[in-house]
């Protein structure tokens, strides 16, 4: 038998949802049973596996205590690096500048220095992050960029910023500009681009196409030309959909591929410059609310920059040819 008391992080979740998370070693099919014979219970009362928790739930679960016996806690972000660019802080969420070449969440061939897992060190050695003390949640990122993309993650640092953060994400009130150096100078200098762009998953790799085939989804770019050096133009883009690889494949379908994109860009123009990884930076963060943001209402209308974009001091020399 265990008993459990919610926390404020786990508050809000559906029941079912709370448990598969919680406990893994409970499988599904006995999990729904327990629920209609009464042996999962909240404050003591029948429950249903979509009914919310509450902070301050009793949560009773009469079963044996095998499913309830937690493997010894090796912790995986202790393996990662202490190293983490923090642009903005407070109770709520973190707000960092991913350097270019980190991966922001483990993959496939598992990687223990990531994003996630530095930021999850230093919350827990700064004794803002206990996993003892957490039934279901850990710090978690709310929007991502690619491992060799430089620029600004927003991490939450409990439940309640997390669901907030990812609904304005989701209903784009967290606006994202980017910088990039492209081959070449855009015209018209400044334009919104529109096309449909379709995923390849064996190639990882990215197709746009000015019309909708059978997978295809729509993708619309700005981009404003600020500055061109040489044979390179430093360009800002807003993401006005937020898709796969959108602003490297959606420049280069139009002529201008980022420099140091060896997937949709000129390998010998990148060796030649000297860059090997695709010149772009998520530069600036603007929370934009148009919907009620409850406790995290304070942040509308703020914006955040990264302090160091790596490619300008480059760009304005003109060391780049």
């Known amino acids: ?22 406990f893994p070693a409970i499988p599904p099919s006995l999990m729904y049973k327990s629920i209609r014979t009464k042996n999962i219970k909240i404050n003591r009362k029948r429950c249903t596996p979509d009914q919310k928790l509450c902070e301050g739930d009793l949560l009773d679960i009469w079963l044996k205590d095998e499913f309830f016996v937690q493997p010894p806690h090796k912790y995986e972000f202790t393996n990662a690096a202490s190293r983490l660019d923090v642009v903005f802080e407070d109770e709520n969420l973190l707000i960092v500048n991913k350097p270019q070449g980190l991966i922001v969440h483990p993959d496939e061939h598992y990687e223990p220095d990531t994003l996630i897992f530095r930021i999850q060190k230093y919350l827990f050695e700064k ?6 003390k957490e039934n279901s949640f850990t710090p978690a990122l709310v929007n991502r960029i690619d491992r060799n993309t430089s620029g600004l993650v927003i991490a939450a640092k409990n439940a309640a910023a997390l669901r907030i953060l990812n ?15 492209v081959c070449g100078t855009p015209v018209p200098a400044e334009a919104t681009l529109e096309g449909f762009l379709e995923k ?7 197709y746009i196409e000015s019309r909708r085939s059978e997978n295809g989804k729509t993708i619309r770019t700005h981009y404003k030309v ?34 140091g994109d060896g997937k949709y860009g000129t390998n010998r123009i990148n060796r030649s410059a000297g860059y090997l990884r695709q010149a772009l930076c998520s ?13 995290l209402n304070y942040l509308n209308g703020r914006s955040f920059e990264v302090g160091h974009v790596p490619f300008l001091d480059d760009f304005y020399a003109g060391r780049i040819k």
């Open 1 to 22: 038998m265990k008993q459990i008391i919610i926390n404020k992080n786990d508050a809000g979740q559906r029941l079912n949802k709370f448990i598969e998370k919680t």
């Open 226 to 259: 600020l500055a061109t050096v040489n044979q390179f133009s430093l360009v800002e883009v807003d993401l006005l959909t937020g898709r796969t690889h959108q602003i490297r494949a959606h420049m280069a379908s139009i002529g201008h591929p980022l420099l």
């Open 167 to 181: 609904a304005k994400m989701k209903s784009r009130e967290i606006h994202k500009k980017y910088l990039c150096l």
């Open 127 to 132: 004794g803002e992050y206990d996993p003892e």
């Open 200 to 206: 390849n998953e064996q190639q990882n790799r990215v």
């Open 283 to 295: 530069y600036k963060l603007s929370f934009v609310f148009t919907s009620d943001a409850e406790e």
